[in-house]
């Protein structure tokens, strides 16, 4: 099972800040097949990004996806007030499918 | 629109068992994999099982291997799990997806609660 560690655990930036998050997997994630979600409280999660660096259907350029093999970023370039969420990594590279614990990115 | 709606949670005790549905509409159901993802209280969310378009291939994680058996009905557009021998472990929010690992939507979800 490939293991995906997520970092900052926590992330407090202000609106108009630029925020990066890490996901990181035990092993190579074939095929850059790793997505994002964002978690609001008491919603289900929306599709981000897939493989790797494609945006899903409407989502604002402010989101982009980066990385291969192991590493992989999401990059938001400047935070507006309904991006503070939890952030979750998912790899897809195996026929077991597995998420990172995810990245909470509260306001500053 | 796209929609997916999750039933069939609820409270059982340890040892049993319960169905969940999800109904699709707003897509062709039949041309879709699809999933189930679960998320226990406070925690992250944890992929449980997924079916081809025809029923044809199905994937589970392992810790529910054995007990869950995850269904489709193409003329109805919907999508099922059916969850014997639960555990205290397996409480948590139900969420179906369309598509086989990333999920481009996502159900509101239906709670399941394991306890005595």
């Known amino acids: 099972e490939i293991v995906l560690t997520q970092s900052p655990g926590t992330l407090s930036l202000s609106p108009g800040e630029r925020a990066t998050l890490s996901c990181r997997a035990s092993?190579?994630?074939?095929?850059?097949?790793l997505a994002w979600y964002q978690q609001k409280p008491g919603q289900a999660p929306r599709l981000l990004i897939y493989?790797?660096?494609s945006r899903a259907t409407g989502i604002p350029d402010r989101f982009s996806g980066s990385g291969s093999g192991t590493d992989f970023t999401l990059t938001i370039s400047r935070l507006e007030p309904e991006d503070f969420a939890v952030y979750y990594c998912?790899?897809?590279?195996?026929?077991?499918?597995?998420f990172g614990q995810g990245t909470k990115l509260e306001i500053k | 629109e796209v929609q997916l709606v999750e039933s069939g949670g609820g409270l059982v005790q340890p040892g049993g068992s319960l169905r969940l549905s999800c109904a699709a509409s707003?897509?062709?159901?039949?041309?879709?994999?699809m999933s189930w993802v679960r998320q226990a209280p406070g925690k992250g969310l944890e992929w449980v099982a997924n079916?081809?378009?025809?029923?044809?291939?199905?994937y589970y994680v392992d810790s529910v291997k054995g007990r869950f058996t995850i269904s489709r009905d193409n003329a109805k557009n919907s999508l099922y799990l059916q969850m014997n021998s639960l555990r205290a472990e397996d409480t948590a929010v139900y969420y179906c997806a369309r598509g086989a690992y990333v999920g481009d939507y996502w159900g509101q979800g239906t709670l399941v609660t394991v306890s005595s």
């Open positions: 092993q190579s994630v074939s095929s850059s097949y």
């Open positions: 707003g897509f062709t159901f039949s041309s879709y994999w």
């Open positions: 998912q790899q897809y590279g195996s026929s077991r499918s597995t």
């Open positions: 493989g790797a660096s």
């Open positions: 079916i081809k378009q025809d029923g044809s291939e199905k």
